[in-house]
């Protein structure tokens, strides 16, 4: 019987479809556990009132939707990124501030995005971070006083 699968089950009520569908599912429910105990990381808590064990429940069941989620739309947007390396990316991102010489106002901004990272912020419908400026190494030098000028 290679490459066969032999299903078996006690509910007499089943059509033969059904209880393929019903396997199926189990299948999705389990993969479901995989990656919240893997990519999510979400280790064994222990709880003992009732509201924290379902307090808990709920916390993992919407991490999984958004697992779920962010995955579907990588995937549609062909972005070829995996949710854990799309929010790998993301934590790239930085916020400046920088003070010159006891200035009262920092100049302040975020780093630019990457290519990797506009195609994640597009792929999930979110809107892109914006600061008054984006600050790259150039921008930074302009900004920053050359040694001659600390002396």
């Known amino acids: 019987m290679d490459g066969k699968l032999l299903l078996v089950t006690n509910t007499p009520d089943l059509s033969p479809q059904g209880v393929v569908d019903r396997y199926k599912s189990l ?66 991102l930085q916020h400046h501030q920088i003070r010159i010489n006891q200035a009262e106002r920092p100049v302040t901004g975020i780093s630019r995005l990457s290519e990797t990272q506009d195609r994640v912020f597009a792929a999930l419908r979110l809107k892109k971070p914006t600061q008054p400026q984006q600050l790259c190494k150039r921008s930074i030098n302009r900004v920053i006083p050359s040694a001659d000028e600390w002396v």
């Open 27 to 92: 299948a999705d429910i389990e993969r479901g556990f995989r990656v919240l105990k893997s990519e999510i990381e979400i280790g064994p808590v222990f709880h003992r009132l009732p509201a924290r064990i379902k307090a808990h429940a709920a916390i993992c069941f919407m991490a999984l939707i958004l697992y779920r989620v962010m995955r579907q739309r990588l995937r549609n947007a062909d972005a070829h990124l995996s949710p854990e390396r799309a929010l790998a990316e993301l934590q790239k």
